[in-house]
């Protein structure tokens, strides 16, 4: 798609003479606002001009004040809104081609031949629809003296771009679509809440979530709380259900859990097609356990409540790229959608995702459930595989009598738990005796060591901070205790869950193989830290739950600056040297800029934001939102900051200051964290048994190879292995931080979404790719 569009072309003139419709249909999702934000702000910053389509495509037929033009400020406090600003409708009229021939008439009257929609797939599906038919339309249109011949040559051609916004999560080709990862935040909040009641009654609770032909809410929300059983539509349960469950559920109550919890898609269903309801499930368990059990239906409160950090940024990121596309579109080109697919933007051809989703349905209305899962992509699969082992899978008889240990290395973090539980519970499925270490390397030195099992992780997906215990010290003055320890315990492999101090520490248990031969034993990195600078991966876990506490907390202090108008809040984030949370709040939040170690920044800079903001001030968007990160500048201290704004701001607007501090460690962990959590820990054990096959040589283990002690890490689009020898070169120690990072790339949307005249680099976007080959020969 970007092969005939030049990468020096001025982004900022890339819209001149062209004209850009927004519109949001079909159900509602959070993080709609933030795409339509986006969306308005990148057009008018092209040069383009941009509408609004209100109520969907209803209004797009009715015409007249439905289509209005859009403004910088017409967008301004939406980033933290639920739902959509601009509102959706299900719309009959423009089923019918007449409805489409007023709706087409409206937009040539108006010039706009570039249309945005951001909906599910019934919405985009009639996008593409109305884009196949438009020559026809306008050639009705002239006949009938609507149009003029002119205004038909003019926008003789229609480009239609496509974000998928909605919590269901159920359209093929994207990996997450908008409101998704809101919605499960809404479920986790019901289910840590029903949690702790059932917990004091033992009972079993029955929580039926949205998903008429879509299980992943369901999915994650079983792996996000370790669920006992989960009922989806593309995987309906084996005959003979009934006992299994039944058998399940009384096995957890004799291991002492005192709560089961059974979660339900609302389009659940039995191999021969009939639905599987809540009040079915309850009447069963009821009768044949005599457990005491609840049922509680979320219905529209999934769709409720403000954006997560997470759809803000898709949102965001989704806008930006929807208008590039529709700036660099063809005649030639098909109608296509953004999406993400790992933490890259893509684009793919709407039809083709269309008809993936279509196939999906098709193969669970044949019964080729294993074909539906392939079909969903790798994400779903992957959630179901995880699922499946960690559920449905008893403890072996036969022991493999290797023992591995874990620890938590470094500051707490939120998901942390979540990690040591699926490690534990895999490494005990697979015949492993586990053993905690708390305390860090301090108790690995001191021997702060015991058997952990099964029942003993119950429950610790959605606890906060570490259950084991952590500590900063590394292993390097303790080389001696260490290996006298891995020794006396007879640990055969290790999994280290932490920050950048777990990755050092690793480091340091390797280099230290020449002298003790007891650290020749395979271990594994799994990065678990607020700061995400760990090099090797993208994500840590943690840094969602904290990302998510500073926006919320950014949205409060916006809500009390807007009260009293005039008024620039700082606000100094954690995260060591390392920009990512002060970069990625920033952009969640709507700040007006973000001070972070990694863009050098001067007297220059900071004069040229407090201009910025003094502009700002004589708009109706009388507030003012500066991050920065605590190790950004040794000498431009928040306090200094602070002092400059105050100074300089004097008689215009008057400033706060606000130091989050470890409330940003604290707090239960996201829906991502848990899920994110929990596949690093199963991969992490399974690879690790894997390893041990491998360096088990006359009757012991012995490890020595660099690919023998890895990082375990989220890169682009999958989770990989990497020897941390091997990252060494991409690591900057001093100031603790990867050399190459990711995210950097987006901070220019921020600017540009805070209207910072800068060049947005163009030349490296997403071209267009194709969903087809994630698919499955369909005649199987």
Not at 430 to 445: I, K, S
Not at 635 to 661: A, M, P, Q
Request: charged share 20%.
């Amino acid at each position: 798609m970007s092969k005939d569009f030049h990468p020096t072309m001025d982004p900022t003139k890339m819209g001149l003479g062209r004209s850009i419709a927004v519109l949001t249909s079909g159900g509602d999702a959070q993080g709609m606002n933030a795409a339509v934000r986006a969306t308005v702000r990148v057009g008018l910053y092209a040069g383009a001009k941009v509408y609004f389509v209100h109520e969907g495509y209803q209004g797009l037929v009715d015409g007249g004040d439905n289509i209005r033009p859009a403004t910088w400020e017409s967008v301004s406090m939406m980033l933290q809104l639920g739902g959509t600003v601009i509102g959706s409708a299900r719309s009959e009229d423009f089923r019918t081609r007449e409805g489409r021939m007023k709706g087409a008439c409206n937009l040539v009257k108006l010039g706009i031949t570039n249309l945005c929609v951001i909906g599910g797939d019934g919405s985009l599906t009639g996008a593409n629809q109305f884009r196949t038919e438009w020559s026809g339309l306008l050639d009705d249109l002239v006949k009938a003296g609507k149009i003029t011949a002119a205004e038909a040559k003019k926008s003789s051609h229609l480009n239609i771009v496509g974000m998928v916004g909605s919590i269901d999560n159920d359209f093929c080709g994207t990996d997450m679509t908008i409101g998704t990862d809101s919605a499960l935040h809404r479920i986790m909040e019901v289910v840590d809440a029903i949690t702790t009641t059932a917990q004091s009654h033992q009972r079993t609770f029955i929580l039926e979530v949205m998903g008429r032909h879509c299980g992943y809410l369901a999915l994650v929300t079983a792996l996000a709380c370790g669920a006992d059983w989960v009922f989806i539509p593309e995987m309906p349960p084996d005959d003979g259900w009934e006992n299994h469950l039944c058998r399940r559920l009384t096995d957890q109550r004799g291991r002492g859990c005192r709560l089961n919890v059974i979660i339900v898609a609302e389009g659940a269903m039995s191999r021969d097609g009939k639905l599987i309801t809540s009040d079915q499930i309850k009447k069963l368990v009821t009768d044949r356990l005599g457990f005491d059990t609840r049922t509680t239906i979320l219905g529209h409160v999934q769709r409720g409540g403000t954006p997560s950090a997470f759809d803000r940024i898709l949102g965001s990121r989704m806008g930006v790229e929807a208008v590039m596309a529709l700036m660099e579109a063809t005649p030639d080109t098909p109608a296509c959608v953004v999406s993400l697919s790992g933490n890259l933007a893509v684009r793919l051809p709407l039809m083709e995702c269309v008809q993936v989703t279509k196939d999906v349905t098709a193969a669970m209305a044949e019964g080729r459930f294993d074909d539906a899962i392939k079909l969903r992509g790798k994400s779903f699969q992957n959630n179901w595989n995880t699922y499946k082992l960690l559920a449905h899978i008893n403890p072996p008889d036969v022991k493999s009598n290797i023992n591995v240990a874990i620890m938590n290395i470094g500051a707490p973090c939120a998901g942390m738990n979540a990690a040591v539980r699926s490690a534990v519970r895999m490494g005990i499925i697979q015949g492993h005796t586990m053993l905690a270490v708390h305390d860090g390397f301090d108790g690995l030195a001191h021997g702060q060591i015991e058997p952990i099992n099964w029942t003993s992780v119950s429950g610790w997906t959605g606890k906060g901070g570490s259950m084991l215990g952590t500590k900063r010290t590394l292993p390097g003055k303790m080389l001696e205790e260490i290996s006298q320890n891995i020794a006396k315990f007879n640990i055969h492999a290790l999994v280290i869950i932490g920050g950048f101090e777990a990755y050092v520490g690793g480091l340091e248990l390797v280099q230290a193989r020449e002298k003790y031969e007891e650290m020749c034993i395979p271990m594994v990195v799994i990065p678990a830290t607020v700061s995400n600078n760990v090099p090797g991966s993208d994500f840590s876990i943690g840094a969602d739950t904290a990302l998510n506490t500073i926006t919320s907390t950014c949205d409060r202090i916006k809500q009390s600056a807007a009260g009293t108008k005039r008024r620039v809040f700082i606000i100094e984030t954690m995260g060591g040297y390392c920009g990512y949370l002060a970069t990625m709040a920033g952009l969640a939040a709507g700040a007006d800029a973000a001070y972070i170690f990694e863009e050098k920044f001067g007297i220059k800079d900071l004069e040229m934001n407090v201009e910025h903001l003094v502009e700002k001030m004589k708009t109706t968007v009388k507030r003012g939102l500066i991050l920065r990160n605590e190790n950004s500048n040794a000498n431009y201290t928040t306090d200094f900051i602070f002092s400059l704004y105050s100074e300089e701001g004097k008689g215009i607007f008057d400033c706060r200051k606000n130091v989050l501090g470890h409330m940003q460690q604290g707090g239960t962990p996201t829906p991502f964290d848990r899920n994110f959590g929990t596949k690093m820990g199963v991969k992490s054990v399974r690879w690790l048994s894997e390893k041990l096959k491998e360096c088990y040589r006359h009757g012991r283990i012995f490890a020595n190879t660099p690919d023998s002690a890895c990082v375990l890490g989220m890169r682009k689009r999958a989770l990989t292995f990497q020897p941390l020898s091997d990252l060494k070169g991409d690591t900057d120690f001093e100031h603790r931080i990867p050399k190459t990072q990711w995210w950097l790339k987006i901070r220019p949307i921020m600017k540009i979404l805070a209207k910072y005249d800068i060049k947005l680099d163009t030349s490296e976007h997403a071209d267009m790719e194709h969903v087809i080959k994630k698919s499955i020969p369909l005649g199987k």
